[in-house]
């Protein structure tokens, strides 16, 4: 069983993930009024990436290296905590939903550790607005997972994302809000980061990775294609009843969830630009005062 | 079979000796720091392994020494002192043999036998405060330590830095004792003796309150939690760097190890006073890694990265006693584990890192941040330990800070469901802390250790000898152990619980699951590496891209105040703020400076404001005395004058004058 589900998600990761990028760029594309590229793009890209050769700098040591591996790694464990469908998480057990917050961690020092590593100005300069951005970030996601669980009285993420029936409350859609906003900066999307962007100094994942080349750039869009994946399934979990329906229409609404919050991504970026540097502290102090007021909600209902 | 106790003396005493054979040698004799080192190794073997015994023997091995004045002293091993006896033990050894490469007696003759003398002496007396079942036992082995410590960070004298921060030091210490001497004096009135037991019977209300805050008072200032930590930032950047291990790894947890002494020797503390000890916990927590990532001098930045990991330690200690109080057992043991857990762990990964920023600094010369860089290709193994600690402090998987970190989370997140709502706020809490030590720790490691060389003396560093990687490597793997198998700390963890009576883990704390996930992920990254390992063996050379910048230079790499800058930005409130440029003007302007360093907002800010208008007062106070004999009779003269004013019966005027009045 265990193994069976350890097999089931990284099926799924490995073979599904990319796809998400082809439908954010898709929509994007449609929205701009484009054909766009084919939605497997993302996966002959990260094909390419995967076979060519490596060009390292003089400057890096192995720390460069470890940013990619990190990065897979945790987000490859993080998945095991997550419910898929209607796969119970692999490794469920009290607080993994700190464990969850924390292998994102694990992955933000390599990845930053792994940019100062090339003495690029350009790439300091990401590496601590990520570093900045997450501190506000981290404390949104922990206040959201809070407030779950305050509203299940569970203390694993399998629990916390238990369907319930009824009507969705105020506290529920404050919550919901405030993990999509998380999910955008986790995932550098618009408004917090332009993954489209030409420009060094307006990025912060993009310019992380800019010496990053070949096979290693290849796990980094592998990592962070991931990345929104588990992401997303964790938000698609709240807003679908799972587990009611049998399992052929979890796994359905797992792929609707995935798709349709990709979707709404692309909506997203076609409708707005990058915020100012300045303005996105506000944003993610915003998230953090959603995911707290919704758990002073339930915390003072209970 | 030799009693534990006898064992964990044993080693106090070699550790305590462990510098008097140097006096009888010459000064720049290396084998006096041979022998000082062999026999403090000796004195941890020893001292560990009657601690390992004591912490699962029985807990109440006890026995007199024969002390006339005070009729008698008592002291005893129980699983509480052998818990924190053990990284007394394994520090000061491990850091006594990184000495002989880092301090070498024939480079250092002056200080050298100074420094292991007081080092020896330091271990000893915390042995000793950890055994001590007796308030003069107690205070003896508090102020032992304390001298020793001052003698060790003003140990260069000749730096008016480390006089300095001894003075202050040295006020911050006596100050703790004398907040001690009436905590004692107090504890006396209260159970009749001075004696160190449990006291079950109830103290009023009032008594109680002034006890533990006595004992807040004295513990925390040797623990420096905010804003009792004036003192440490100054004091651990000024000693030697093997002296900062031990006093930043140990020295701040007989803080921590009297206050959980203290809720030992007092059963039902109430609940206000663990919601005391989890806000000062958070509040230190936060406002300790800010001020840490507005460092630029790597030393300063660990020691105040030490009074946020003292703050997590805190908030464990005030999740537990919350729960005693309150009745919540899960909470107790949650919360109490993480603490006592936190303390071995900080003690390891932070005395790897003082001894890994000392091996920077030895091979540079400079605790400059931004004097630094590149170091990696240099010291490689200085480095990946430097960074394997930088992970194990940030809190993160596969190493021991998460396992700590995990239990206080998990303990908060049960208070929500048992009632204790307020103190689940400490959650966002703890997680910006953890993002805020990450950006810290990223920054310290990748501006010392990654990128270019900012200076030539960081290009010609070299790799620290043997004597001081083994110790930084042993401190590293047990961060290691602990993080891959937690479950091999449980029984230990569970034996100092049940000596202040809480519930053991158990199926509270999922041991087996985290070191799992930990050992998961490490795994699946050693795989990773291993299918990189050909790509990278054959990849093509190149320097950095810098963006089709032509000629990119060393100094124009992201530095420790230009990483930290916007981080700083939210922390404005509290941080003395560094001075913003002012802005250039004219076609030529003239040279100006920046210096973003920022000063300690207790000791710069409070402290030192107040203690000048003390000065002020003095001052005008010195003009009365000039030391001129006249002036002094004049005084005298003017002192009887007024009394033979004030016996004058001013106050019958009325009825005098009434009688002698007209009629």
């Known amino acids: 069983m265990t193994i069976l589900g350890v097999l089931v998600r990284l099926a799924i990761l490995l073979a599904c993930s990319p796809l998400l990028l082809g439908v954010i760029n898709k929509t994007k594309a449609l929205a701009a009024g484009r054909k766009g590229a084919p939605l497997v793009q993302p996966y002959h890209d990260i094909a390419k990436l995967l076979r060519k050769s490596l060009t390292l700098s003089r400057t890096t040591s192995w720390v460069f290296v470890a940013g990619p591996i990190a990065g897979l790694a945790s987000v490859i464990v993080a998945s095991m905590v997550l419910p898929f469908g209607p796969s119970k998480a692999p490794l469920a057990f009290g607080g993994d939903m700190i464990l969850f917050a924390y292998l994102f961690g694990l992955s933000r020092f390599f990845t930053t550790a792994a940019a100062l590593d090339t003495g690029s100005a350009f790439e300091g300069m990401g590496a601590s607005r990520e570093a900045f951005f997450a501190c506000l970030a981290e404390p949104a996601l922990l206040l959201a997972f809070l407030a779950l669980s305050a509203r299940s009285s569970s203390l694993s993420l399998s629990g916390m994302l238990q369907s319930r029936p009824g009507n969705p409350d105020m506290p529920f859609v404050l919550v919901c809000v405030g993990l999509f906003i998380v999910l955008l900066a986790e995932n550098c999307r618009i408004p917090i980061d332009d993954p489209t962007t030409h420009l060094e100094l307006t990025m912060i994942h993009e310019a992380m990775v800019l010496d990053h080349g070949g096979p290693l750039l290849g796990l980094v869009e592998y990592a962070s294609a991931m990345k929104l994946l588990v992401l997303e399934s964790l938000l698609a979990r709240l807003l679908f009843p799972f587990g009611v329906h049998g399992a052929w229409l979890d796994w359905a609404f797992l792929a609707l969830g995935a798709v349709g919050i990709a979707a709404v991504i692309g909506l997203l970026e076609s409708s707005m630009a990058r915020l100012k540097m300045r303005r996105v502290p506000y944003l993610l102090t915003g998230a953090i005062l959603l995911c707290g007021s919704a758990f002073i909600l339930l915390a003072g209902a209970a | ?663």
């Open chain 2, 1 to 663: 079979m030799i009693e534990p106790i006898s064992l964990v003396l044993a080693g106090a005493l070699l550790a305590a000796a462990s510098g008097l054979p140097g006096l009888f040698m010459r000064r720049a004799n290396p084998w006096a720091q041979r022998i000082a080192a062999a026999l403090m190794v000796l004195a941890g073997l020893a001292g560990i392994w009657g601690s390992a015994r004591g912490i699962f023997g029985p807990p109440s091995t006890s026995f007199e020494l024969p002390w006339p004045a005070v009729g008698g002293s008592l002291i005893g091993l129980d699983p509480l002192s052998a818990f924190f006896l053990i990284p007394i033990f394994l520090i000061a050894s491990l850091s006594s043999v990184y000495g002989l490469g880092y301090w070498p007696q024939a480079e250092k003759p002056r200080t050298a036998r100074r420094l292991q003398l007081f080092f020896g002496l330091l271990a000893g007396s915390m042995v000793l405060i950890a055994l001590a079942r007796h308030a003069l036992a107690f205070l003896a082995g508090w102020e032992t330590m304390a001298l020793s410590a001052f003698f060790l960070v003003g140990l260069e004298d000749d730096r008016p830095e480390c006089r300095k921060a001894g003075l202050v030091f040295l006020v911050a210490a006596h100050a703790s004792t004398l907040a001690l001497f009436g905590f004692f004096a107090l504890w006396r009135s209260a159970s009749g003796s001075f004696e160190l037991a449990p006291l079950y019977g109830n103290l009023a209300g009032p008594a109680m309150a002034v006890l533990l805050g006595l004992g807040l008072a004295g513990f925390g200032l040797k623990a420096g939690f905010m804003p009792l930590h004036f003192w440490l930032p100054g004091a651990h950047a000024a000693a030697p760097s093997q002296a900062s291990a031990l006093l930043s790894g140990v020295v701040l947890k007989m803080g921590i190890y009297g206050l959980a002494r203290m809720a030992w020797l007092l059963p039902a503390t109430p609940a206000w006073w663990g919601g005391t000890l989890l806000a000062l916990g958070a509040l230190s927590g936060l406002l300790g890694v800010a001020l840490a990532l507005s460092q630029h001098d790597i030393k300063k930045l660990l020691a105040y990265h030490s009074v946020e990991n003292i703050g997590i330690i805190l908030m464990g200690m005030g999740l537990a006693l919350l729960g005693r109080a309150t009745g919540r057992s899960e909470l107790f043991a949650l919360g109490l584990a993480g603490c006592l857990l936190h303390v071995w762990n900080h003690a390891l990964f932070k005395s790897l890192l003082f001894l890994g920023a000392g091996s920077a600094v030895h091979a540079t010369g400079t605790r400059s941040l931004d004097a630094l860089g590149g170091l990696a290709r240099r010291m490689p193994w200085t480095a990946a330990l430097f960074i394997a600690g930088a992970v194990a402090i940030c809190g993160l998987p596969p190493l021991n800070g998460f396992v700590s970190e995990f239990l206080i989370y998990l303990g908060l997140f049960k208070g929500l469901a048992a009632g204790a709502r307020g103190a689940a706020l400490a959650v966002p809490v703890l997680a910006m802390i953890g993002a805020l030590a990450l950006a810290c720790f990223v920054k310290a490691a990748g501006v010392a250790f990654l990128g270019e060389p900012r200076t030539p003396e960081a290009e010609r560093a070299k790799e620290s000898p043997a004597s001081m990687i083994a110790p930084m490597a042993v401190l590293a793997a047990l961060c290691a152990i602990i993080g891959l198998a937690p479950v091999l700390v449980a029984p230990a963890l569970d034996a100092a619980l049940s000596c202040l009576g809480a519930p053991a883990l158990g199926s509270l704390a999922p041991m087996r699951e985290l070191g799992i996930a930990s050992a998961a992920t490490l795994g699946l990254a050693l795989v990773l590496a291993l299918a990189l390992a050909r790509p990278i063996a054959r990849a093509r050379l190149a320097p950095t891209w810098d963006c089709g910048y032509a000629r990119p230079d060393p100094r124009m790499q992201y530095s420790s105040s230009s990483f930290a800058r916007s981080v700083n930005g939210i922390f404005a409130w509290a941080i003395r703020a560094p001075k913003e440029p002012r802005k250039l003007q004219g076609a030529f302007p003239a040279a100006e400076r920046l210096e973003a360093e920022s000063g300690d907002p207790v000791l710069d800010g409070a402290l030192m404001h107040s203690f000048r208008g003390l000065e002020r007062l003095s001052r005008f106070c010195h003009r009365f005395q000039r030391g001129l004999a006249q002036k002094y009779i004049l005084y005298i003269l003017i002192a009887l004058m007024l009394l033979a004013l004030a016996s004058l019966p001013f106050g019958q005027a009325l009825p005098f004058g009434q009688a002698g009045g007209p009629k």
